[in-house]
């Protein structure tokens, strides 16, 4: 077990730590920035961030952008708050209903429930990536031509889901759209909307292969 | 949610030398599906968070058709299901993972962290801890809404049910799982890593704070049958009320060897012996798969609210044996 | 002067045509700011800390600890010592901090000292509620006593269905901000030109200080007509922190708890009829709950009136947060439990039920004739011919199939609405209007009215909403939204084009009643070589623009009152699990003349859907040990997804009967029903009525249990 090197770091933090590194057995290291420690451990040298705000770097539809938070920040809210990129709508906040999917690392998740200190280094895809220039995305097009939408406020969620599930299954069945999309819900009733519109996205997307 | 700090270990010691030698300490962040929930709800508070998804020898699945499978604790629910050998040898574990409706949740949820997540008794999500009670200490659960709550193993403190999803079809396929820990690695039948606690302050699962959920090991399977039969409401993301796994090992259509475990009916995933003794040495039909769901809750005991589960436990094995007796697609 | 009426259906260029709403891109790219998006500069987060308990009085509250922490800029006690808590979540101390993380650990370090006090938080059984149980309606109408001894076959039965929330995906909340004494209140509201006056006594300011914003609502469904507590706490947070914007959006489980629910309905029936089916009699005595204010009382029967009735309501008011307004207050209530005594009388006369309702259509009021269209409009779209069965599906097998129907009413019409239309000189029109859109497309419908009075293409219509300094437009509340504005609308815009060809008739040699908008130009009636394109004839004007105020004239041709509608489901039920799917629905709904199809379909498509939700899953769980509702989350507070609703069709009754009615509104109507035709469609299926909503496994499998035997 190491002495503790940092005391004046741990009193920054506002945390106590001692009986906490006493038990794990881990050596403090000379902080290189605020909020954000080296330590060592087991002769290797782990990063420590937090509980304060540490500088993160995300990308973001292909742009890097930095924001300062504190590592309980969720990549939902930093996204929200820090950045005003607000597409994504926080709505159950526990993984649940889908209305703040985001495309992380090419897979679709709830970003309410991933950490924006954690979402570092992989490709963050929001729904305002969709559009080209002015013209609207085909499965975009597709949920106003389907009248996808009602209030809007699962919208953004839902069409980054469907984006995921036509990513993995272009051609799907009507079947499949219903078994497929069950991590979003919706409260205005605009499903049969995004059905119609899944299918009319994948018809389009894929030249006509068409089960609906 | 409160602060906590944060690290990303890159291999296995270090994440284990990260974590404290007491829960309050130190929590294992995977993919957060419920530790976010949890903590966003004070129900734990952990002054550090380890996020061990940089740890690369924890992913992947490997193994040969001989050898089983070895999964890593970090694999996806969806990577389970991606993976070409699952739908082949082992139906009942993809069909408990196709029970996770949500992309979302499949994409994000790892082997471990299905294992390891938190009961979803809302007692306990309120505040009231983990075996739900008042301040002085009168039960919550026996006089107040247990619809969802535990019909087996039920006689104790804990009356939450187990939420795996995962767990009963790993057990039913007699899976181990691999824990690496400050003293090193050990590895238990998850059979026997999931227990009932009898204070607030235990875990439900065989896992010191200072320890890791590393693979889980599945036995060859590609000779037996196997299903998993879920009774759930919604298509949509929602917990199953009861599910039942089985692995029958058969000759023509009898029964040679089964193993039958049930989900969401008690404060553990519940191997039902006395099912297994009722549908071994007989032939699959309706009425021998029935007589195996009735054994099933023979020691059943519904409590104010929750007597339905004991039909729906029934039926759910009844309808997992005719299933995996079929080959497992419905 | 103009005719106020609207145009013949030949004439008709964008009414009633299926038109893609005109805030589709922007709400499907994520770039429609609702006002849970803003970040306002220098901006503050708002948190309020809740009470724990459902029934206490506070005793001692110490903000010390959060005044002190850094990032806290202000703290405002809502209800201080003394105050009476009436249910659990109840609003105690608003913080506002820096950031979102700050403002949860500064209420979270607020000790509040509490005295408990008894409370009620479950409403099923009358007995219980003691107290707290007041009757509130008793009414009799006919010889009941007489009925029932004419009648030879009488069903007795007790329905029930709990309150449910309106879960809107877009929490309850606000930014609000000063600027010198002036207050913008950026509130996700219904009801944009009633919130000032609403918040000016709280605030202790004219309400013409008050400037009230919103370009998008995330749902509202009744809940959101007024500033909340939070709202106006927001506010004081904000003065105290020199105006900096305070946003104060709840959380989800608050947004469950407090922020508004549907009433709970539970009823015992006696119902009866002669044998040939001719309905004598009915005797109800029901009760509800919905928090401190009770439940109103539905009305029973409902639609079909039996000659001969008695009838009793006892309100509940117990410790849960309020109700609100909830899409239809009222009548889905009364519509589960009629129906549901329809159907099951009808299955005791051995009778089908769609028969028997045509037996007594005479009962049905004054749109009888549109009901029994209807009804068999619907039942031909479902088969029900071919696929109705006596009660109890005999096939083999544990999936049980079964077909229910229903029918409904709401009154509708048109709320007081001002709408400004604007013309410059150079053509741009824009339609200014203190309404909103829900999402039910209010835009769109005013840009239809507009551009098919004036002749333009939609583009041209420049649609501005959503402030309060736009004309006055009623709450979007009753189904009442599109008669308003499509009324007032179409009087500015008929207006409008009376100043257009005053200015436009000496160019064109003609007296402006000669006059006439077609295609784009102002030319004389049926004289196209007579004419002015839009652009040349608004040159006219001059140099200013024109603005021309409509108001909704009220009752008449443009908007009325009164629509119905039928439905039939067809489900599939699990007799061995309980679990209920819908094979299909059909709705067969008028509303008189429509706006735009597509999304008067769209409404009806959501009622239906939310309909599913509210009769398979939807259960506000109060817990009365704790006092706590123990699923203000959406994990157990189901929702339906997008694979639980089977197929669903929508048929609008359009043209002759309907048209001339003028426009009455959709949003409420079709949402009355789908409890009771889910529960009547299962009932069929499975031989025995469920007697509560949701139907869930545990309420069907206990119905088949008294049955006796699977």
């Not at chain 3, 009735?309 to 309100?315: D, G, I, L, P």
């Not at chain 3, 509608?565 to 309980?578: C, F, L, N, R, S």
Request: charged share 20%.
């Amino acid at each position: 077990m190491s002495d503790e090197k940092n005391k004046s770091d741990q009193q920054k933090s506002g945390v106590s730590r001692r009986s906490f590194l006493k038990a794990s057995g881990i050596s403090l290291g000379v902080p290189l920035v605020v909020g954000h420690r080296v330590i060592n451990v087991n002769g290797q040298e782990v990063k420590l961030y937090g509980p304060t705000k540490t500088s993160i770097t995300l990308t973001i539809n292909g742009a890097k952008q930095t924001v300062e938070v504190e590592p309980r920040v969720t990549l939902l809210e930093a996204l929200r708050h820090e950045l005003d990129i607000t597409g994504a709508k926080r709505v159950c906040d526990r993984a649940t209903c889908g209305a703040c999917t985001m495309i992380v690392g090419g897979k679709a998740v709830y970003s309410c429930t991933v950490l924006a200190i954690e979402a570092q280094g992989k490709p963050i895809t929001t729904v305002e990536s969709l559009m080209q220039g002015e013209k609207l995305h085909p499965l975009q097009q597709a949920f106003v031509d389907n009248d996808g939408q009602q209030c809007g406020y699962c919208t953004p969620g839902f069409v980054m889901a469907c984006k995921a599930f036509l990513d993995k299954n272009p051609s799907p069945t009507p079947e499949e759209v219903q078994k497929g999309l069950g991590g979003n819900l919706c409260r205005c009733g605009t499903y049969m909307g995004v059905r119609a519109a899944v299918l009319q996205a994948a018809t389009m997307h894929k030249g006509g292969k068409n089960h609906g | 949610m409160n602060a906590f700090e944060y690290a990303s270990p890159t291999t296995k010691e270090q994440a284990v030398k990260l974590l404290g030698n007491s829960w309050t300490e130190a929590e294992v962040l995977a993919g957060g599906t419920d530790l976010l929930s949890l903590m966003k709800d004070h129900i734990v508070e952990p002054k550090r968070l380890v996020n061990i998804k940089s740890i690369k020898e924890l992913g992947g699945i490997a193994g040969t058709a001989k050898s089983g499978l070895r999964i890593g604790a970090l694999v996806t629910i969806q990577e389970l299901l991606d993976h070409p050998r699952m739908r082949k040898e082992y139906a009942a574990l993809v069909q408990a993972a196709e029970g996770i409706s949500s992309p979302q949740i499949r994409n994000m949820g790892t082997i471990g962290g299905d294992l390891c997540q938190r009961p979803r008794c809302w007692y306990y999500r309120a505040g009231f801890g983990l075996l739900g009670t008042q301040e002085s200490g009168e039960p919550l659960v026996p006089n107040g809404d247990n619809r969802y709550h535990a019909i087996l193993g039920n006689s104790g403190a804990a009356l939450f049910v187990n939420p795996s999803s995962l767990a009963p079809a790993l057990i039913a396929m007699n899976a181990r799982v691999k824990i690496y820990g400050a003293k090193g690695q050990r590895e238990v039948a998850l059979e026997k890593f999931f227990t009932a606690p009898t204070t607030g302050s235990q875990r439900e699962y065989d896992l010191q704070p200072n320890e890791l959920v590393t693979e889980i090991i599945v036995p060859p399977l590609a000779r037996a049958k196997s299903a998993t039969y879920e009774v759930r409401q919604k298509e949509a993301l929602d917990w199953p009320l009861t599910t039942a796994s089985v692995v029958l090992t058969m000759t023509g259509n009898t029964v040679k060897a089964a193993r039958i475990v049930l989900g969401h009916v008690a404060p553990t995933p519940w191997r039902s012996t006395e099912a297994e003794a009722a549908i071994v040495g007989k032939a699959v039909s309706e009425a021998t798969a029935e007589a195996a769901g009735k054994a099933a809750v023979e020691k059943a005991k519904a409590l104010s609210k929750n007597g339905y589960k004991i039909q729906l436990a029934k039926v759910a094995v009844k309808r997992a044996i005719l299933l995996a007796a079929k080959g497992g697609t419905r | 002067m103009a005719e106020y009426k609207w145009p013949d259906a030949d004439k008709r260029t964008q009414i009633g045509k299926r038109i893609a709403r005109l805030d589709g891109a922007v709400k499907v790219s994520g770039k429609a700011k609702y006002n849970s998006d803003l970040n306002r500069p220098g901006m503050l987060h708002g948190k309020v800390l809740r009470s724990p308990h459902a029934h206490a009085k506070i005793i001692s509250i110490d903000t010390s600890a959060a005044e002190q922490m850094p990032g806290v800029k202000a703290v405002h006690i809502i209800n201080g010592v003394g105050f009476e808590i009436r249910w659990a979540g109840e609003n105690i101390v608003a913080v506002a901090a820096l950031d979102e993380p700050t403002a949860e650990d500064a209420i979270r370090a607020i000790k509040v000292q509490y005295e408990k006090l008894p409370h009620l938080v479950v409403d099923h059984d009358l007995k219980i509620a003691g107290e707290w149980a007041t009757p509130t309606n008793e009414s009799k109408k006919g010889d009941y006593e007489k009925g029932f001894a004419e009648a030879e076959v009488i069903h007795e039965g007790v329905y029930g269905m709990p309150v449910i929330t309106h879960c809107c995906l877009e929490p309850h909340g606000s930014v609000t901000e000063w600027e010198d004494d002036n207050l913008l209140v950026h509130l996700s509201t219904q009801a944009v030109s009633g919130i000032a006056a609403q918040m000016a006594t709280p605030m202790e300011i004219p309400a013409g200080k008050i400037r009230v914003k919103q370009d998008h609502i995330g749902g509202g469904f009744g809940s959101k007509f007024g500033p909340d507590a939070w709202d106006v706490a927001g506010a004081k947070l904000s003065k105290k922190a020199g105006g900096k914007p305070v946003r104060i959006f709840l959380e989800r489980d608050a947004e469950l708890m407090v922020a508004g629910t549907r009433p709970s309905h539970y009823a015992k029936v006696k119902i009866g009829a002669k044998k040939d089916g001719t309905l004598t009699a009915w005797q109800s005595e029901s009760w509800g709950s919905g928090g401190p204010n009770g439940s109103g009382s539905p009305p029973l029967p409902y639609v079909i009136d039996i000659p001969n009735q008695s009838r009793k309501h006892v309100s509940i008011a117990n410790h849960v947060g309020p109700s609100r307004a909830w899409r239809a207050p009222n009548h889905p209530q009364a519509c589960f439990v009629t129906m549901s005594a329809l159907e099951d009388l009808a299955a005791k006369l051995n009778m089908d039920p769609l028969e028997f309702v045509l037996k007594n259509k005479a009962l049905l009021g004054t749109r009888k004739d549109n009901y029994a269209d209807e009804l068999m409009l619907a039942a031909e779209k479902i088969g029900w011919k071919k696929t109705w069965h006596p009660r109890g599906d005999k096939t083999p097998g544990p999936i049980k199939r079964g077909l229910g129907l229903s029918f409904h009413t709401w009154g509708g019409g048109g709320h007081a609405s001002d709408c400004d239309l604007v013309i410059q000189p150079d053509g741009s029109v824009e339609v200014r209007m203190g309404t909103q859109d829900l999402g039910v497309g209010t835009r769109t419908a005013l840009a239809i009215v507009a551009a098919d009075t004036l002749a333009l293409p939609l583009e041209a219509i420049k649609i501005s909403i959503g402030d309060n300094r736009f004309p006055a437009s009623g709450g979007s509340g009753g189904s009442t939204t599109i008669g308003g504005i499509s009324a007032s609308t179409r009087r500015a815009s008929l207006d409008a084009l009376d100043k257009i060809f005053e200015k436009a008739a000496p160019t064109l040699n003609a007296q402006p009643a000669e006059l006439e908008a077609i295609g784009g130009k102002i030319q004389v009636k049926g004289d196209a070589s007579r004419s002015l394109t839009w652009a040349q004839a608004c040159a006219k004007l001059g140099a200013m623009p024109i603005t021309v105020r409509g108001k909704n004239p009220g009752p008449g041709p443009l908007t009325s009152q009164g629509v119905g509608g039928v439905q039939m489901a067809d489900v599939a039920v699990d007799i061995e699990t309980g679990i209920v799917k819908i094979n299909k629905i059909v709705a067969v709904q008028d509303c008189g003349l429509i706006i735009n199809l597509k999304l008067t379909e769209s409404q009806v498509y959501g009622a239906l859907i939310m309909g599913v939700c509210w009769a398979l899953y939807e259960e506000k769980i109060n817990d009365q040990t704790t006092g706590k509702t123990l699923n203000a989350n959406m994990e157990f507070y189901k929702l339906a997804g997008i694979g639980d609703i089977g197929q669903l069709e929508v048929h609008m009754m359009t043209g002759k009967g309907y048209d001339e009615r003028g426009v009455i509104g959709i949003g409420e109507p079709p949402a009355v029903s789908p409890g009771a035709v889910i529960s009547n469609a299962v009932a069929n299926a499975i031989g025995v009525r469920v007697p509560g909503l949701p139907l869930t496994p545990d309420r069907v499998l206990a119905a088949l249990e008294t049955k006796g035997g699977r």
